[in-house]
């Protein structure tokens, strides 16, 4: 079945850098776009960014764009977000999400999903 393993949060100050990457095992990890998702305590789970898998076009929030960049290493199997000028309404758990489908859609394509990684941004 699909494995989805994220790494790379953290405690980091605000303005600070984050690398997060997630390792994906049980598909052809080039066939299906993927995305990253985020949950603060308290909040729904909301849309961070996702690429698709055929041409690698990328979408982002709105309250990350121009912050972040979501990549992906097909012949790693692995996704990646990078994200930059950490704010603290940054904090959340991170998951990654494997789509049903090649290219981004709706969220709700997204059928896979990893545990998470914490990222903490202080002030």
């Known amino acids: 079945q699909v494995q989805l393993v994220e790494s790379g949060g953290g405690l980091v100050q605000a303005g600070g850098s984050l690398r997060l990457s997630c390792a994906a095992s049980?598909?052809?990890?080039?066939?299906?776009?993927m995305g990253w998702f985020r949950q603060a305590p308290g909040k729904e789970r909301e849309f961070v960014a996702a690429?698709?898998?055929?041409?690698?076009?990328?979408y982002y929030a709105d309250s990350v764009k121009g912050r972040s960049t979501i990549s992906r290493d097909n012949a790693k199997n692995t996704l990646y977000l990078q994200m930059n000028s950490l704010k603290r309404e940054d904090t959340a758990v991170y998951h990654c999400?494997?789509?049903?489908?090649?290219?981004?859609?709706?969220?709700?394509?997204?059928?896979?999903w990893g545990q998470g990684t914490q990222v903490t941004v202080s002030s």
């Open positions: 999400a494997a789509s049903r489908f090649a290219s981004y859609g709706t969220n709700g394509d997204f059928v896979s």
């Open positions: 049980g598909l052809t990890f080039s066939n299906y776009a």
């Open positions: 690429i698709s898998g055929i041409d690698s076009s990328t």
